[in-house]
């Protein structure tokens, strides 16, 4: 099987006629997956990662603790067997702020440094953790963790993002005592990128962009993580993305963070659209997250019309103030799956009718590779040239209000036998169509051409050979 065709982007394609590229926002489950229902949790967010190993699921989130003696986030474990109903084991590692060890802290980095299962008060560490699988990096690492700490106490010389190892997820020595990256902003979010064999990182930053101090993303890759390059700007608020604001200077938008992940040949980033409603105070306004593209971790590109991926819930839903995503997004055989904070309170934590602030996390999916699509309303065509073509090729498409026939040529000239009128019609919804042609040959040239015809209302979401 080649690498997929997918038609987030334009790089595999030549030409296109009458195609709108297409967001798709998750199906939202309607309910959050995990709620802060302990004595230690207060405010639970996707402040960290989700991985799937063989059938376990496994999160590692944040809690933020607030009461009138302690100020914290807490490190959260919790397991699954289907990704929806999550247990959180009581691992009996370090005393929560009220003195009690019986609960799911997985990690506090101060009680690691003084060697004491007691966490100091009012204390901030370990923010948006990233848990990274590493075996390659040799016993101890199989997984690395980077995280921002706060240089408020003596515990780490400066602000910047830290390093930790485990070999279980559960326990963790500490890395360098300086930060890999110093300074920045609390907001960063890394992959270990196994096809380019190289770390991956976005950070946040504050840039000044037309008169306005703004949240910003830069990027950066090492390929040890633990010497980085000088970040540069990811993606920039541009002014389109200020259009929303209808030239009142107290509304703009600023970029919050950018988890990012492999997809098969591409890398996609979760960008955090912070729209502010305060003007230079900054504080206050809504977040959600849109897609964007990049082919190398550098360059990146937005998709589509740039609306949310994951939308907002409705005034008054658990997840109306604010939409974020972590380093959480599970890719199955079939589906998608993609773990998200939502709250109920604006960034300055304004509710609606002054009710209970709460976080928690939920739960968006997709079919497989139909984040982005390719949509025609009449008719449309599509032009890829020069792949490299094996004996079947399938096509992920929603053609039941229309249809889809393919051409295949070489130099120039159509193939014989994969003429448009030889190839029999795609009809229907299907993640895995198979194109046929009713007189074709056993065996095609290595390369090809495509010309791909759309007839009213289809969709196509990506393709492949076989």
Known sequence: MNSKILLIDDYH???????????????????????????????????????KEESLYRMWYDSWVHNTQHNGYSSLYAESDDGI?????????????????????????????????????DVEQDHNKNILYTPHLGKGKTYTMIAYEYGRTAYGPYDGYYLAYSDDGINWTDGPIEPVIPGHADVGWFMYDGQDKKFRGIVKQYLN????????????????????????????????????GKGDPNR?????????????????????NFRTTDGHISRDGFTFPELVSSRDGKVWQRVGDRSPIIERGDPGEWDWGSVTIG????????????????????????????EAITGSIGLATWQIDRMVGLKSTTDGTLHINNISALKNLHINADARHGAIRVELSSAGTVISGFELDNCLEIKGDSTDHLVQWSRSPTTVLKKVDMKIVFKNETEIFSLWWT
């Open 13 to 51: 394609i030549d030409k296109r006629t009458g195609l709108n590229r297409i967001i798709n926002p998750g199906a939202k489950v309607e309910h959050p997956v995990l709620v802060a229902d302990q004595p230690w949790e207060a405010i639970n967010q996707m402040g960290g990662t989700v991985t």
């Open 85 to 121: 109903n999550w247990i959180k084991p009581n691992l009996k590692k370090y005393k929560d702020f009220n003195g009690n060890i019986n609960n799911n802290i997985y990690l506090n980095r101060i009680s690691l440094r003084e060697n004491t299962i007691s966490p100091p008060p």
């Open 209 to 244: 962009i037309r008169g306005y101090s703004r949240r910003s993303v830069l990027w950066t890759e090492s390929k040890d993580g633990l010497v980085w390059t000088l970040p540069k700007p990811a993606v920039i608020p541009d002014e389109i993305d200020d259009s929303w």
């Open 252 to 272: 703009f938008s600023q970029f919050y963070g950018m988890p990012i992940f492999r997809y098969d040949s591409i890398i996609l980033g979760f960008l955090e």
């Open 327 to 354: 380093n959480s997004v599970i890719v199955e055989k079939n589906e998608i799956k993609a773990y998200y904070t939502g709250r109920n309170d604006t960034h300055a934590h304004t509710t609606i009718k002054e």
